[in-house]
């Protein structure tokens, strides 16, 4: 089975920190992508990622960056958090290729206060 | 902005009863559809992949596709309460490599 982890699963932080959500997944997939989910928007890519140091926006990316330095796993980073990024995170990887299927993590559910 | 639209629901079905659960989307040229469930505070659970024209069925669901009307849809046939989530529906754009757009999701109740 696709195994794709987030290591933080609920985390609060307050205005203005630095704040890292990690993922790793265990199937060698060559992409990784960062959603973000909110009521009434659905999912939102904000990063994604093809290969090791490679990166490419999404739709959302301001406020947010990545590092890709190993193929198993893809950080968001956010570098000075907001009230308006409380919201939950998933990671999600796939081998690549128009009929590749996407696997999530379990979600990371953000708080900034 | 190439888009996915589904109704917000929620769609209320009683059990045993067909669900049916209708995406449309704007990128003519997209070549790659799939159906995921989400539960209550979940992540999204991949059902089913389509690429083709027609139907695809796989035990209880089923995907029909029709790229001439830019439509994708999800039967699923004698609906139980444990299918009661949030159905989101997912598409490749053109152009976009293996990125998925999604659909902000149809909430499916199966009532008793």
């Known amino acids: 089975d696709v195994k794709v982890t987030q290591s933080s699963r609920y985390l609060v932080k307050r205005t203005g920190e630095k704040v890292f959500l990690e993922c790793v997944q265990d199937?060698?997939?060559?992409?990784m992508f960062w959603y973000r989910q909110d009521p009434g928007l659905g999912l939102r890519l904000i990063y994604f990622?093809?290969?090791?140091?490679?990166?490419e926006k999404g739709d959302i990316p301001e406020g947010y960056s990545v590092s890709r330095e190993k193929k198993e796993r893809f950080s968001l980073i956010l570098e000075s958090a907001s009230t308006n990024q409380t919201s939950m995170y998933l990671c999600?990887?796939?081998?690549?290729?128009?009929?590749?299927?996407?696997?999530f993590g379990e979600g990371s559910w953000l708080t900034v206060v | 902005q190439k888009e996915v639209e589904q109704n917000s629901g929620p769609l209320s079905v009683p059990e045993g009863a067909i669900a049916s659960l209708n995406c449309t989307y704007s990128?003519?040229?997209?070549?790659?559809f799939f159906w995921y469930r989400q539960y209550s505070g979940k992540s999204p659970e991949l059902i089913m992949s389509?690429?083709?024209?027609g139907d695809k069925e796989d035990g209880r669901f089923t995907a029909q596709l029709n790229k001439a009307s830019q439509y994708v849809s999800l039967l699923i046939r004698d609906s139980q309460p444990s299918d009661s989530a949030t159905y989101l529906c997912a598409v490749i754009n053109t152009g976009t490599a293996s990125k998925l757009t999604f659909g902000t999701g149809t909430r499916l109740q199966v009532t008793l």
């Open positions: 990128d003519r040229g997209s070549q790659s």
């Open positions: 199937m060698d997939h060559e992409n």
């Open positions: 990622s093809y290969d090791v140091k490679m990166k």
């Open positions: 389509i690429y083709s024209n």
């Open positions: 999600a990887s796939s081998f690549g290729g128009p009929r590749n299927t996407i696997y």
